[in-house]
């Protein structure tokens, strides 16, 4: 089957640094996505990783190994405004996005 | 960039009625949308994926009966929550694929707040 895992609720404080882990097992990879979610809003896109190595944007990185089909995405400088949630999604074979669950990030002063 | 847009954002109906949902490209086409439904604190599930001119398909689990789905031209998708009950209550969010795009990006809608009383 196809599943995504990445951990449910992380914390860390403004102006750090956070790492937030997506490991896949999908059928197909044409791709993996990282969205920002707030409560009560639609996801807004962040990334996107096709080829192997870290993707620079801002504030925001997104790092991709197709061999581990492992994903982490970076937040430094860390703001009250990155609380939400991160959703790690991939696109299969079939150009379908398969999501994981969702990891809740808490910014603590 | 793209946009997409949802009417309404936020409905309350009575239980045993019907709602429709709109879901617009509003900069570009899209032959393929997505719909989605989202619990609290769970993540987005694919109910559906609608195709320009064809009938949709549904995703393992999903009313096709229930949820009527419409896509009549390459920028508008419907979908109708027919004889609502409060179980049906969620937040149903759309997205379209830009075919002409470079990733295959998604772009989302606002979502609809559905609360079926």
């Known amino acids: 089957g196809q599943n995504i895992d990445q951990p449910t609720e992380m914390t860390a404080t403004e102006g750090a640094i956070v790492q937030i882990n997506c490991t896949y097992q999908?059928?197909?990879?044409?791709?993996l996505f990282w969205y920002q979610q707030h409560a009560g809003e639609a996801p807004t896109f962040l990334s996107y990783?096709?080829l192997d190595g870290l993707e620079e944007k801002g504030r925001f990185s997104s790092f991709l190994s197709r061999s581990k089909g492992y994903s982490y995405l970076l937040l430094k400088e860390l703001q009250m405004k990155d609380s939400a949630s991160y959703l790690c999604?991939?696109?299969?074979?079939?150009?379908?996005?398969?999501w994981g669950a969702g990891t809740k990030l808490i910014i603590k002063p | 960039g793209a946009v997409v847009s949802q009417h309404p954002s936020r409905v309350i109906c009575k239980s045993g009625t019907s709602v429709k949902i709109e879901c617009r490209s509003l900069?570009?086409?899209?032959?393929?949308m997505f719909w989605y439904r989202q619990f609290p604190k769970q993540s987005l599930m694919l109910m559906a994926t609608?195709?320009?001119?064809?009938?949709?398909?549904?995703e393992q689990g999903v009313e096709k009966d229930k949820f009527l789905i419409n896509h009549a031209s390459l920028t508008l998708s419907t979908l109708t929550v027919t004889s609502a009950h409060p179980e049906d209550s969620s937040f149903y969010i759309c997205?379209?694929?830009?075919?002409?795009?470079?990733?295959?990006?998604?772009?989302f809608g606002p979502g609809t707040r559905l609360t079926v009383t």
């Open positions: 997205s379209a694929r830009d075919e002409q795009g470079a990733d295959y990006e998604q772009y």
């Open positions: 900069d570009f086409q899209a032959t393929t």
């Open positions: 609608s195709n320009e001119g064809s009938k949709a398909t549904y």
């Open positions: 999908t059928s197909g990879f044409n791709g």
């Open positions: 990783n096709v």
């Open positions: 999604a991939v696109m299969d074979s079939n150009y379908q996005l398969i």
